[in-house]
């Protein structure tokens, strides 16, 4: 299933750089999420957008800036990032406007913070 | 807070044993349950969910139970293969317009030949 890509798959980065993760969805959605996922621990919820509007934001510190310029598209620009964000960042896209529906993952990128 | 727990963290069962898994949430206004299953190195799928107006849903070898009440689920996987072995993550939808998706810690589902 290629519904919904993330690129890049893999990406390691110094504590100062600055990069973006990208996620695209060709299902026709209009509901995209943002989710943090690290070893032992739950699929932590950072941002979710619904018709290009940011409708939850929990509590993500602000080295995590989230853009959604259509209802296709979503990023997540990163600076200045810490050795604990480290982790696999997942998208996801859901149908509808309203919440309460499933979701439709990528496969993740893989983000290592030296 | 919110949020939701699972149990247990790793279920090792042999093939053609039924596996069972639960969950309890804490908010009350929660109506949306999800479940979902992550084989390694690969994306969460979902394979089945149910809604609060329910209290039990089915889909071949797997079903779902929702008690309101008691605010619990459970996962239910009759007749288990060895592809079913994966993580198996619960999630309960809260918040204005339920964006907001809880996920429990995970089970780690082992079937042996």
């Known amino acids: 299933e290629t519904g919904v890509t993330q690129t890049p798959r893999h990406l390691v980065m110094g504590m100062t750089n600055k990069k973006s993760l990208k996620c695209e969805q060709h299902l026709g959605h209009n509901a995209m999420y943002w989710y943090k996922q690290s070893a032992k621990k739950p699929l932590e919820l950072m941002f979710v957008?619904?018709?290009?509007?940011?409708?939850e934001n929990n509590s993500v510190p602000s080295r995590f800036s989230p853009e959604c310029p259509n209802s296709s598209h979503l990023f997540l620009h990163l600076h200045t990032l810490q050795p604990e964000d480290s982790a696999l960042y997942l998208c996801?896209?859901?149908?509808?406007?309203?919440?309460?529906?499933?979701?439709?993952f990528g496969d993740g990128t893989r983000l290592s913070i030296l | 807070g919110e949020n939701v727990e699972q149990h247990p963290s790793t279920l090792s069962v042999q093939e053609g044993d039924s596996a069972v898994i639960k969950c309890t949430y804490s908010d009350s206004a929660s109506n949306y349950f999800p479940w979902y299953k992550q084989e390694l190195g690969k994306r969460p799928q979902l394979i089945i969910d149910i809604r609060s107006n329910v209290g039990e849903k089915k889909d071949q070898r797997i079903a779902v139970t929702l008690n309101k009440t008691a605010k619990h689920f459970s996962l239910h996987i009759t007749e288990t293969q060895p592809e079913d072995s994966a993580v198996y993550f619960c999630?309960?939808?809260?918040?204005?317009?339920?964006?907001?998706?809880?996920f429990g810690a995970g089970t780690r589902l082992f079937v042996k030949a």
């Open positions: 996801a896209s859901s149908q509808g406007t309203g919440g309460n529906q499933p979701q439709h």
């Open positions: 999630a309960a939808s809260i918040g204005v317009g339920g964006f907001k998706t809880i």
């Open positions: 957008y619904s018709l290009e509007e940011r409708v």
